[in-house]
């Protein structure tokens, strides 16, 4: 089942701040984070396993809240070059030893000078 | 390393033609994944194999979808018949193994049915 990421837009300006939240209806075994700009595939920026985890990279981190599902992406002092689409995919374990990585639609970010 | 190799990069064919989409994915990776994106359903995983195995491939569409993995190096999806609603971005990405673990993704067929 597809995660539900709000907002589905946001529009920064250079430095400021923005949360990007991720849900799901499912028992959680990780939550990844990747982003992708326009015409470019998917890049990966991080994995939470745990519940209540959460990691950094440069300026963006992340939390994972095991019991209510949900995860937020945090994007701190926006650059340019943060614009783009950032994807979660909320992962199960599916049975017989798969697991099931499912991607939410998105949320377009944009920032500008 | 290249990264994960896919070809052709864009493809424009006639409905009910076959395509043959082609992944390499990254040596010693064990997990491969194949990815339909579109505007409409967003980035949808198709099938992935670990070791070669299809695991779960409850996201093909339908019989005229088809993927194999004949070897750790090689991985394509088949489409035949094609019809227009198939037009999207195709992605093959790879991973060290299956279940929380970075996904690499290569650089996407685009492809189009007339």
């Known amino acids: 089942q597809q995660p539900v990421q709000s907002p589905q837009a946001v529009i920064l300006r250079e430095g400021e701040d923005a949360v990007i939240n991720c849900s799901s209806s499912?028992?959680?075994?990780?939550v990844h984070w990747y982003r992708q700009k326009h015409g470019e595939a998917p890049v990966f920026l991080m994995i939470?396993?745990?519940?209540?985890e959460q990691k950094g990279h440069e300026k963006i981190s992340a939390s994972f809240n095991e019991k209510k599902q949900q995860s937020s992406l945090y994007l701190t002092a926006s650059q340019l070059s943060y614009s783009g689409t950032y994807f979660c995919?909320?992962?199960?374990?599916?049975?017989?030893?798969?697991?099931?990585?499912?991607f939410g639609k998105g949320t377009k970010l944009s920032v500008i000078p | 390393d290249a990264g994960v190799i896919q070809s052709p990069r864009h493809e424009v064919t006639e409905m009910g033609q076959e395509v043959t989409l082609r992944c390499k994915p990254i040596?010693?990776?064990?997990?491969l994944f194949w990815y339909r994106q579109t505007m409409m359903r967003g980035l949808e995983l198709l099938i992935y194999?670990?070791?070669?195995?299809?695991?779960?491939d409850s996201g093909m569409p339908e019989d005229r979808f088809s993927a194999k993995m004949p070897n750790a190096s090689f991985s394509t999806l088949k489409i035949q018949p094609s019809e227009p609603r198939d037009s999207a971005v195709y992605f093959c990405?790879?991973?060290?193994?299956?279940?929380?673990?970075?996904?690499?993704f290569g650089p996407g067929t685009r492809l189009l049915v007339l």
């Open positions: 995919g909320t992962e199960r374990l599916a049975g017989a030893g798969s697991y099931q990585l499912t």
């Open positions: 499912k028992a959680l075994y990780s």
């Open positions: 939470l396993l745990k519940g209540g």
């Open positions: 040596s010693g990776h064990n997990s």
């Open positions: 194999f670990n070791n070669n195995v299809p695991i779960d």
């Open positions: 990405a790879s991973s060290p193994n299956h279940g929380a673990e970075t996904q690499y």
